[in-house]
C-alpha cells in the first residue's frame, strides 16, 4: 500500500474556509491520524486538529473521514479508496473553532443538568445491597463509552435541525440509561426525558448505533427502552386514569 495519497483537509475558521488538497507519502498499517498528524508535521505546522491516545479510548480525534463520524485513529488507510482524495472535515453538529477542531462544551453542560445516581437505602445492616448479576450487566455496556461523540454528531436532531435546547442526543440517552437501569438507583427522570430532554424528537434511524466506536446497542439497548419508559408513564391510558384516580400502576 506504500505510494501516494491526496487528502483534502478543511482549513478555517467559524468565519469561513476551503478544503486544501495535500499530498503525502503512507505506508502500510498507518490510519488517517498519522497521515494528518505528518500534513501537520511537513506541510501545515498551523493545522489545529485533536488527539490524545492514539488507540481509540479518548475520544479526542474525532473528525468526518469521507462523510461518515470517525474517530481518525482507528481510521486504517487500507479501508480507504485511496485512488480517490481522502476527504477529512470537522464535525457539523458543533460550532466550528479552527481546522477540524470544534466547540463540544455544549455536551459537558448538557451532562451537569441530568440527574445524578441516587441509590436507594441499603438492604444489609453492614451497609450492602442485594443484586442480580443480570441487572449489573444490563448497564455495563452503557460504561464503554469514551464521549467522542460521533453519534452526537450524526444524530439528524442535533445535525440538521440544530435542536441542542430541547434535545440531549445519544450520547447523554446512553448516559440516562445507565442511570435509570442501574439496579440500585431510585431517581425519576422521566418527566425531564420528555420534556427538557426530547427523547421524543428521536425516530430511530439508528445511525449512532452505526458509527459508535465502542459498538454499544445505542438505540435497541438505551433509546428505545428510555422511550418505552416515557410511553407508559405518560402516555398509557389505563395508566393515566389510575393516577388521577391516585391508586398505583399494576
Not at 204 to 214: A, D, F, G, H, Y
Amino acid at each position: 500500500m506504500a505510494g501516494q495519497a491526496t487528502f483534502r483537509i478543511w482549513r478555517g475558521t467559524s468565519e469561513g474556509g476551503e478544503f486544501v488538497d495535500y499530498g503525502v507519502d503512507v505506508s502500510e498499517g498507518m490510519v488517517v491520524l498519522d497521515v494528518v498528524r505528518r500534513i501537520q508535521a511537513e506541510q501545515a505546522l498551523d493545522l489545529a486538529l485533536r488527539w490524545n491516545c492514539k488507540a481509540g479510548k479518548c475520544g479526542s480525534c474525532s473528525a468526518e473521514v469521507n462523510g461518515m463520524p470517525r474517530l481518525m485513529c482507528m481510521t486504517r488507510l487500507s479501508d480507504l479508496p485511496l485512488d480517490k482524495s481522502v476527504t477529512v472535515e470537522p464535525l457539523k453538529a458543533f460550532p466550528l473553532i479552527k481546522d477540524l477542531v470544534t466547540d463540544v462544551s455544549w455536551n459537558f453542560e448538557v451532562k451537569k443538568k441530568i440527574k445524578k445516581f441516587r441509590p436507594r437505602p441499603p438492604d444489609n445492616p453492614d451497609g450492602s445491597w442485594n443484586m442480580s448479576q443480570e441487572d449489573v450487566e444490563r448497564v455495563q455496556e452503557f460504561r464503554k463509552c469514551v464521549e467522542c461523540f460521533l453519534c452526537q454528531d450524526v444524530c439528524h436532531v442535533l445535525r440538521e435541525h440544530q435542536l441542542h435546547d430541547e434535545f440531549i442526543g445519544p450520547r447523554y440517552f446512553v448516559h440516562v440509561a445507565a442511570l435509570e437501569m442501574h439496579p440500585l438507583d431510585e431517581e425519576d427522570r422521566l418527566e425531564e426525558l420528555r420534556t427538557t430532554q426530547g427523547v421524543g424528537y428521536c425516530n430511530i434511524t439508528k445511525c449512532c448505533t452505526k458509527v459508535c466506536p465502542e459498538g454499544i446497542t445505542i438505540t435497541d439497548n438505551a433509546i428505545i427502552p428510555l422511550k418505552e419508559r416515557v410511553v407508559d408513564r405518560f402516555y398509557d391510558p389505563l395508566r393515566a386514569l389510575l393516577r388521577r384516580l391516585g391508586r398505583r400502576a399494576p
